[in-house]
Structure formats: C-alpha cells, structure tokens
C-alpha cells in the first residue's frame, strides 16, 4: 500500500513552458513534503521542501504547492529547461513516521529542446 | 561538498552467495541509510542507522542485514542473495536533526542470477 503515490510515470513538456508534477498521499500525518532530482547514474539529490503550515514554497524556476484538504502536492518548474530530464520523488514523512522517509514511485520528465 | 560514495556501480552473483555492498560518507552525519530502487514502486528503506552500531529496520528488511562499526561507513548485506533481490540500491547519509534532506550515493545496480 503506497502512501505516496506518483500516478504519471512520465511527463514530456517543451523548453520554455512549465512543468507540472502531482503528488498524492494518503497518511494525514505527514507534516513534510520534499521533491528529489535523480540523474541517471547518479543518486537522487534534494530539490526542495514544503512544511504543513505552508501551502506554498518558492525556490527559483521550482515552486512547490501543497494542498493539505485533497492530500496532493505539485511541483511546477517554469520555465523548463532540457537541463530538467530527470526523474522527480516526490517524499513525505511525519512524525509518526521516525526516521522514515516515503518516497513515491518517480516521474521521468523530458524537456524536448 | 558532500560526498558520499558506494563501493561498486556494478555487481553480478550468483544464487546463494553472500554479497556485501559498502558506503561511505564524509560529511560527518549520524544517519546513514539503505534503499532499494524498482521500477514503480520509488524507493523503499530496507534498514537506517542513526549511530555507530545502531540500526533499525525499515519497511524491507527480510534477506538483508546490516553493519556499522564506524560513523562513516554502512555496510549491507545480503546473506544469501536471491534473484529477487537484482535490484538498484542507494545508500543516504542526513544529519541527526534532519533526517529529510538525505545525500545519496550513485547507486549499485545488482544482479542475482
């Protein structure tokens, strides 16, 4: 049973445009939310973060939204560039979780030049 | 700059063997932790550690086991790999207070035959 779920398995977008990626958790207890980057052959490295009292946090190109009502974050990437093809985690955890961080299953996004 | 290193990118073994996948971090953090990566299911944490000869389970721990004998470095072991168990695996490292923001390893993708 995943408590972080990434429905879109891949998202192409045009340079220039924005990229939108969803996130979907089911635990009410996560009070923090990340997005992580992942090259290939490369581990994933950290993006950006959201805390629960926020709805909303900017970082540069990369803004995350959290909407704690419908359990769903998105991450926006404006504009996108071809230096953005990766793969995105989302990542939740609370407190009831200790250490353990969930990690959703990825989106590949491609950014076609 | 964090770095954190695993002993090899690539592994082949055969069914049955003992397998040992080492890390190394050099950021002095206190929480070193152990993924696994499959397609669709992200990553999932098969143990943690949050000091030297402390470890605690994560949500896969059946067939592996772990070692930490110095702050800097967690080992992984698979006692007798299975073919169940090809698999990309990514060790993290985090701070004790912040356990979210993890810096990951580049990988070691094995294969069981």
């Known amino acids: 049973d995943q408590q972080v779920k990434q429905n879109s398995p891949s998202l192409s977008v045009q340079e220039g445009r924005i990229s939108i990626l969803n996130c979907d958790y089911t635990?009410?207890?996560?009070?923090?939310f990340l997005w992580y980057k992942k090259y290939p052959a490369e581990g994933p490295t950290f993006l950006i973060s959201?805390?629960?009292?926020?709805d909303k946090n900017e970082d540069g190109r990369f803004t995350v939204f959290l909407n704690k009502s419908a359990k769903h974050l998105s991450l926006h990437i404006v504009p996108s560039q071809p230096g953005d093809s990766a793969v995105y985690f989302c990542?939740?955890?609370?407190?009831?979780?200790?250490?353990?961080?969930?990690f959703g299953a990825g989106t590949r996004l491609f950014v076609k030049a | 700059d964090v770095k954190v290193t695993q002993s090899s990118r690539y592994l082949v073994k055969r069914t049955g063997e003992k397998v040992f996948l080492e890390c190394v971090q050099d950021m002095d953090h206190e929480n070193m932790f152990w993924y696994r990566q499959d397609p669709g299911l992200g990553l999932r944490l098969i143990y943690f550690s949050y000091d030297v000869k402390m470890k605690e389970k994560g949500d896969i721990p059946e067939g592996y086991s772990v070692s930490r004998e110095k702050k800097e470095r967690f080992s992984l072991i698979l006692e007798s790999a299975s073919t169940n168990q090809t698999s990309m695996y990514l060790c993290a490292s985090s701070f004790r207070e912040d356990t979210d923001t993890q810096y990951f390893g580049p990988g070691t993708r094995l294969t069981v035959l």
């Open positions: 959201i805390s629960s009292i926020k």
């Open positions: 635990n009410s207890m996560f009070d923090y």
């Open positions: 990542a939740a955890s609370g407190a009831t979780g200790g250490f353990k961080t969930i």
